[in-house]
């Protein structure tokens, strides 16, 4: 069974096996969560990511979709890229951020991964609304059936915090 574990703090600073970058679709980098990793990470991430483009994402890594890279300079072994969907002022589709932490648990599988440090994915500039980010959260790690046997969401900030503690019960 999957332990869920809260962290306050900075993603980029855990020692698991794999870390998730809430990450543009462009796989080169960005703000927030995105680019603090790429900025810790160091130049192997992106030229890991560059290769991804090249390779089999020509177009970018589709939304819901996620994706694995070496963890440069990370204390983890991967990086495990995933595009979450952007808010808009008419609502969200849950599924899609849902996807998010499927796809990468299922990317975790592959790998063999058995820590995996997740961020509230979508809730910086892609403005999800927190609380139910992390409602979608939760209960999909909680649903999804995988070998990993922790999963850790690493929350910035007291107000993310919160909201993923109110949804552990």
Same mark, same amino acid.
């Not at 300079?73 to 969907?85: K, N, R, S, Y």
């Not at 975790?108 to 997740?118: I, N, P, S």
């Given at each position: 069974m999957t332990t869920i574990t809260l962290v306050q703090g900075d993603i980029t600073r855990q020692s698991a096996d794999a870390i998730v970058n809430a990450a543009n679709s462009s796989l080169l980098g960005g703000g927030g969560v995105d680019g603090a990793i790429h900025r810790r990470g160091g130049p192997a991430i992106l030229a890991a990511c560059r290769d991804l483009r090249a390779s089999h994402y020509g177009k970018g890594l589709p939304t819901g979709q996620a994706v694995a890279t070496t963890a440069g /300079? &990370? *204390? $983890?072994?991967? =990086? !495990?890229?995933? =595009?979450? +969907?952007v808010y808009q002022a008419s609502g969200g589709d849950p599924a899609l951020l849902a996807s998010c932490y499927r796809e990468s648990l299922r990317v $975790? *599988? /592959? &790998?063999? $991964?058995?820590? =995996? $440090?997740? +961020?509230? !994915?979508?809730?910086g500039v892609y403005r999800w609304p927190m609380d139910d980010a992390a409602r979608v959260a939760v209960e999909t790690v909680r649903n999804t059936p995988t070998a990993v046997d922790e999963v850790r969401f690493v929350l910035f900030d007291d107000r993310a915090y919160e909201a993923f503690a109110r949804q552990l019960g």
């Open positions: /300079e &990370l *204390d $983890a072994q991967w =990086v !495990i890229h995933t =595009v979450g +969907p $975790a *599988d /592959e &790998l063999g $991964a058995r820590t =995996v $440090a997740f +961020p509230a !994915i979508s809730t």
